[in-house]
């Protein structure tokens, strides 16, 4: 018996020989954030000038954590969402003090919008990554990538599971990855050609290391 950690991961592990360049930035950019305060909230010019600096941290933030999980391969959900409401409660922390009450609930509305993109595109940025890797046409992706999401949900449910229960023995969790694995490639026979399978093969069983050597201890 092995003790699970606790994770909830949403598994696209990717066999990459470089990190991955997060594509998105000008979403968390601290002026943009501005930009749609400025519109959502109607606030003064001095209220926002009061505002740049904790976006500015909470950008910074943003791009740490959503580099780190992409340069690893795959996004431990429980993890960057903890990261993702810690940033977003200490900006809220550093401008009770500027804004009213309906403006922070406001504030707290639109963070929370935030952190659901920024997970959003973690997880899109990898799944665009594997397709990339797997040298995929434009015919392929639109075939492939729901069966790829797909998958990716399920496991994360099995992951989720699994963090429930606490203990998990490894040899069952390879059993049920395998499972999930048998399937998706069912799926996808039609739309990939034989060597792309067995790329998507070495990917699975890289992802399936990864996650028995990072989530489970002896």
């Not at 595109?121 to 797909?150: C, G, N, R, Y």
Request: aromatic share 4%; net charge negative.
């Amino acid at each position: 018996m092995s003790m699970y950690k606790l994770a909830i991961i949403t598994a696209m592990g990717i066999m990459l020989s470089s990190p991955l360049t997060h594509a998105g930035k000008e979403d968390f950019d601290s002026d943009k954030m501005i930009a749609d305060l400025e519109k959502e909230l109607e606030l003064s010019t001095k209220k926002l000038d009061q505002l740049r600096p904790a976006l500015e941290d909470k950008s910074r933030k943003i791009e740490k954590d959503l580099e780190e999980s992409l340069n690893k391969g795959y996004a431990e959900m429980q993890s960057l969402s903890g990261k993702l409401e810690e940033a977003s409660r200490q900006a809220e922390k550093q401008l009770e003090e500027v804004l009213n009450s309906e403006e922070i609930q406001e504030l707290k509305q639109y963070l929370a919008s935030i952190d659901k993109e920024a997970i959003r595109q973690v997880q899109e940025e990898l799944a665009d990554a594997l397709t990339e890797w797997l040298e995929m046409t434009e015919e392929q992706i639109a075939s492939f990538k729901p069966a790829l999401e797909e998958s990716f949900r399920e496991l994360g449910e099995l992951l989720s599971a699994l963090a429930a229960e606490g203990e998990k023995n490894l040899e069952a969790f390879k059993e049920q990855f395998d499972d999930l694995n048998n399937a998706l490639k069912e799926k996808l026979e039609d739309s990939l050609e034989s060597d792309q399978l067995e790329k998507l093969e070495q990917n699975r069983e890289e992802l399936k290391r990864k996650i028995s050597e990072e989530l489970f201890t002896a």
